[in-house]
């Protein structure tokens, strides 16, 4: 069959043309994908608004249009939460997958692989018996006559039976595997697991030698990997944070993706990571001042803690009075150390904080001639963002200052901790004065929300009037 000339030239228009809107029509899908998934989202069907925001991710992987940007930030919020809402490592009922949840132990009964017959022999004979009664319900006992009245109770409905039997066996196998994976010692054998392919990230997590909680965790990657189709993957905070950082490589000024991850590496207990994270961002010129004042404020405040910590003990602050007026007197440590310790804290604290204000802008320092009204919703947020990361700032160098004049008290230098007192006192007041701005602007705002909320209702009254009164003519 041979094109016509002009059959040609059509069918070369059309190419072009669809060529041209391939972009066009993946953003149209995308922007279904996203209205979809949030919906998905807002109902806690997270495992369905993750597939969602997957498909649109997968339609601008370089987040080149402002929906494959949008895609990858819930991405990773719908992965960030499914992690919290599941963040246990123990086998329930739910976790057997394959085979309508038969699949794992029918590989275990058939002791196919090395780590199927060691899992075998692990299990409880409890366990066994309910599978073997749910394999041949025929062999259970047949009801006996109920001896008060001699009558034999009828028998139990085939379907649900099977059903319950199987149901039994699952909890029980859960149960043990729980036993299992809990004991304290690693699953993990060469020869056992040698034919199983492990995940590159079960693989890292293993080569750090976890113990305790982390033990646990390590044992069931180890059964996920080696049973894929037939044991549930548990969501690991992991995922959430490879999902951020893929936002923060798209729109770096993403403050929103930086602090989960901040967050996730804090409960995660992975503090050399954490400190990493902020610090890095606190040294990344490229982002806006406030949000590297952000960050040294983070890291001021674990200095901070690092301090009160050990000031604020009934060995170092004694009760007293002055002046008629209860008091605090502080007294060194009896452990040079702590001494040294919190001043090194106090001092670290100190010159991190200070340069998260030497990047207070303007519009801050002058916070309080601000006209809160004349501005609009948009405005008014982010002035209120941007006001509320200098007032966590003001607040934490008055702390410090009061932890410097502590030590100094605990140094017998009174006419230093005098001072270091009134300058403690002076960045409270600049604290405070901010602290007002930001009530202040979050009380409009919360009377501008009422305001639109009020209007809403009242002309949704007034177009139920409408339609009765239509309706009356």
Known sequence: MRFSRLGFIVFISITVLIGA???????????????????????????????????????????????????????????????????????????????????????????????????????????????????????????????????IPPPPDPVKRKNDLLKSHLNQLAGDLNKLIGAGQSIYDPARFAQVKQSDFTSQFMAQQPAGDKLTRLNRLLLEDAYPNDILRKPKAEDAITEYQKALTQNPNDQSSYKAIASLYENLGRTDDWLKWVTDRANNTSIPPEQRAEALTSLAAKQNTCANEISDTDATKKKTTKDGKPAYQYVKPANGADFDKMKGCTEKGTSLIDQALALEPDSVKNAKNLNIKSLSDDDLQKNLDLLKVFESARSYKASLTYEAGHLAEMDNKTADRDRLKQEGDGYKAKFLELSDKVKQMQAEIAARTTAKEEAATGQKANNANANANANKK
């Open 21 to 151: 809107n391939c972009s066009y029509y993946n953003r149209v899908f995308a922007r279904k994908n996203l209205v979809d998934g949030s919906k998905a989202y807002k109902d806690r069907k997270f495992q369905e608004a993750e597939r969602l925001f997957r498909a649109a991710v997968a339609r601008d992987p370089n987040g080149e249009t402002n929906e494959g940007r949008t895609a990858q930030l819930f991405l990773a919020r719908t992965l960030h939460s499914l992690y919290i809402g599941n963040r246990s490592v123990s086998f329930t009922e739910g976790d057997f997958t394959g085979d309508e949840g038969q699949g794992f132990s029918k590989k275990l009964w058939a002791k196919s692989d090395p780590v199927s017959k060691w899992l075998f022999d692990q299990l409880s004979n409890e366990t066994k018996q309910k599978y073997e009664e749910y394999l041949h319900p025929e062999n259970i006992q047949a009801p006996t006559p109920d001896p008060a009245t001699n009558v």
